[in-house]
């Protein structure tokens, strides 16, 4: 017989957070989260999102072991933001078993009616600036830092429960052998144009963080509003978001366009974390991770693009290009051999294209589910 409990308590939050840790413990591909920052992200008194929204966590349990789990997500900042009545379901992880998988997202379908919802979509790891996204192409290796990773199955459990695909999300791996050079020949002459424009090119100044963080925070919101499911991060969130970041941005990937001190473009790079927590057990951090940690990142050697945004009266004047090939001139002697850049919209055909311009790999396929409820 299956049960589900809501999570209610800091032992059963611990629970849910620990239990892919046995689901996968046999797979290869398997990086642990951090469990003290799963615990940030799902603790409402230490989140900001849980200021202005809510989420319920679900664990399944069959002959007193636990099977499943599942968060029901009510944003109320995207609802508002995109005049919808929207529920998403998040940190969806199951065994391979049909029944147990309905009951789970049925629960959380449950949940999100009684908000007031009529759709359920996901999976979305509380918002869509955070993971999100089921992995359905490219399960041979391991995901970059802050994408999400799953059993092939999900996807037959998702579908299974009447679950239909939304969209697409794709990755792109960049790598020295394939990647055309076009973008960093080339910089110096784009540089010159759009500084004939007024537009220069500069690494983050991380003794002004804050500052700083404020200006990038005020060009995504503006250049990501018309992508789907986009909702604006509050000032609390993005300054969350960006604590963690400080940690292990380095300003060699974090690249600003600038026009009369006024940021109009950016680059975010992030050293890919996961090359050193995919062997931190369980995601604990003592007694040995921190030390696997501290030294293992000198030597990571990929990076992810997280995110790139251009104010929409700048683009198609060469800003993402020069942004691009300032990050590839950084990273090559610095030892890094790829770079993954996700994730994009499958139906963004500019930067998938701008992507692909410097010969770009689409190696990774991320899908969003949707369900009328």
Aim: one cysteine or more.
């Amino acid at each position: 017989m299956i049960t589900i409990i809501p999570v209610e308590t800091k032992k059963q939050r611990a629970k849910f957070i620990d239990f892919p840790h046995d689901l996968y413990q046999n797979d290869p591909n398997y990086v642990p989260e951090l469990f003290l920052a799963q615990e940030d992200l799902l603790n409402p008194s230490k989140h900001p999102f849980y200021k202005h929204s809510a989420a319920q966590l679900f664990l399944a349990y069959r002959d007193g072991n636990i099977v499943g789990r599942i968060a029901a997500i009510w944003n109320v900042n995207h609802n508002t933001f995109n005049q919808v009545r929207e529920g998403q379901f998040g940190f969806f992880d199951c065994i391979n078993d049909q029944e147990v998988a309905d009951k789970l997202l049925s629960a959380a379908k449950d949940w999100i009616k009684a908000k007031g919802g009529d759709t359920m979509v996901g999976p979305v790891n509380l918002t869509t600036n955070d993971t999100c996204g089921l992995l359905v192409e490219g399960f041979d290796r391991p995901p970059m830092a802050m994408m999400p990773y799953n059993y092939p199955y999900y996807q037959e459990l998702i579908t299974g429960s009447a679950f239909t695909k939304k969209i697409d999300l794709r990755a792109y791996l960049i790598s020295p052998d394939k990647a055309s050079r076009r973008s960093v020949l080339l910089l110096d002459k784009l540089e010159a144009r759009l500084k004939r424009s007024g537009i220069i090119l500069r690494e983050i100044n991380l003794k002004d963080f804050k500052n700083e963080a404020a200006k990038i925070k005020a060009v995504y919101n503006k250049a990501w509003d018309k992508n789907l499911g986009f909702v604006p991060m509050t000032d609390e969130e993005f300054n969350f978001t960006a604590k963690d970041l400080k940690m292990i941005v380095d300003p060699k990937y974090c690249i600003l366009a600038e026009k009369d001190d006024e940021i109009v473009g950016f680059v975010v790079g992030i050293p890919n974390i996961n090359e050193v927590l995919i062997k931190i057990k369980r995601g604990r951090l003592l007694p040995t991770g921190i030390f696997k940690l501290l030294f293992g990142k000198k030597k990571i050697k990929s990076l992810r693009v997280l995110m790139l945004g251009v104010l929409e009266n700048y683009r198609k004047l060469g800003i993402e290009a020069c942004l691009y090939g300032s990050l590839i001139r950084n990273a090559t002697p610095s030892g890094i051999v790829e770079a993954e850049c996700s994730w994009m919209l499958d139906d963004n055909y500019l930067m998938n294209h701008a992507i692909e311009q410097i010969n770009a790999e689409f190696y990774k396929r991320y899908r969003l589910f949707e369900k009328a409820i």
